[in-house]
């Protein structure tokens, strides 16, 4: 059994939703199915083909073509080939379908951004700081797409084990100006920002 969003066709009217979009609701919990009124926790199928994708390129794993929302880019088709935008949402799908694995909560979350969420699974004492320290160190410094989903999915699975939600938006944005060297700095910069904060003091609240 599928969710809506993957049985329903795109609406030619607005664009359509992100997978995680379509199950979170805007106060972090899930929406509610109109029709019954059971929250829309994603299936397990759907989670299962998300993760076929890790380590795949874009429309090489068929279980993910109904999950995807992004609008065929005609110019491209025509090459046989896909966008940027679409190989973006293809990481990030498969990245949220490991992240979600047995978690009862949603784990897209606006507003967290990558960095952040970082910061709070280096404030959790799970995992050693240095550790830590240089595997984002590795993230930020990728040359190369594939290099950084490698990394991007040895965090995730940490993020998965302390429960620590990110917003998916942001991510898949975040990869999609991967593809260009020149953009990539200024994500850099964002993770930065994000992360380095840990050595400010905690509030004492």
């Not at 049985?7 to 664009?15: C, G, N, V």
């Not at 279980?63 to 973006?88: F, G, H, T």
């Not at 965090?155 to 084990?161: D, K, P």
């Amino acid at each position: 059994m599928t969710t809506e969003h993957t049985a329903t066709a795109p609406d030619t009217a607005k664009p359509r939703r992100r997978y995680w979009e379509d199950v979170t609701a805007p106060n972090h919990t899930w929406r509610i199915d109109p029709r019954t009124k059971q929250p829309r926790r994603p299936p397990g199928e759907d989670l299962a083909a998300m993760r076929s994708g890790l380590g795949r390129p874009v429309m090489d794993s068929p279980k993910m073509w109904p999950l995807y929302s992004c609008e065929i880019n005609d110019a491209l088709a025509r090459r046989d080939e896909v966008s940027d935008e679409q190989k973006a949402e293809h990481a990030a799908l498969a990245l949220f379908g490991l992240h979600q694995q047995s978690q009862s909560t949603p784990m897209h979350r606006r507003g967290t951004k990558l960095g952040e969420a970082l910061r709070a699974l280096r404030r959790s004492g799970k995992f050693s700081e240095e550790a830590l320290d240089t595997r984002v160190a590795q993230l930020a410094g990728a040359t190369s797409v594939p290099a950084l989903l490698v990394h991007l999915r040895g965090l995730v699975t940490q993020l998965r084990t302390i429960g620590q939600p990110l917003d998916y938006n942001h991510l898949m944005a975040d990869i999609q100006a991967w593809h260009s060297a020149d953009r990539r700095p200024q994500v850099r910069l964002k993770w930065a920002i994000g992360y380095q904060v840990w050595k400010d003091k905690a509030p004492a609240d």
